[in-house]
């Protein structure tokens, strides 16, 4: 099995770029229920399509979320969180009566790192088990 098969290619490079994104909710607020959460997800991964970056984990707890993130060259990690932050509130606040309440879900901060200092494996259980 050649590892070119999980790189990234393009006619001018090849790359295997992943990063680990937390996005917390505003204050703290635990808003991010099962149902809440459920739908984060899948409107995170449709406002990302189009930037061509894949959610590879997904998980979190009722305050904040974590990604493993895998994306191309072409795109900033600042970005890829507005891309998520964005759509995601405005698509969650617009569904969930009880997020109408508040002006902004997330918080304007994030931590992100890049996996480089862990196997994916070993992330992607971190993320797994939060």
């Known amino acids: 099995m050649s590892i070119l098969r999980f790189m ?5 490079n090849i790359s295997s770029l992943h990063v680990h994104l937390i996005l917390v909710t505003k ?5 991010l ?7 984060l997800e899948y ?3 449709r406002a990302l399509v189009d930037k061509g ?8 707890d009722l305050s904040h979320v974590h ?6 060259t072409t795109e900033s990690v600042s970005s890829i969180v507005q891309a998520i932050k964005g759509p995601t509130s405005r698509k969650l606040r617009a569904l ?3 997020l109408r309440k508040h002006k902004a879900l997330w918080s304007p901060s994030y931590y992100v790192t890049s996996s480089g200092g862990v196997t994916l494996s070993i992330l992607k259980d971190y993320i797994n088990n939060q």
């Open 8 to 12: 990234r290619k393009s006619r001018t």
């Open 27 to 31: 204050y703290r607020r635990s808003l």
């Open 33 to 39: 229920t099962e149902k809440i959460f459920e739908s």
């Open 43 to 45: 409107y995170a991964k």
């Open 53 to 60: 970056v894949t959610i590879e984990e997904c998980n979190g």
């Open 67 to 72: 990604f493993l993130l895998e994306y191309p």
């Open 96 to 98: 969930y009566p009880n």
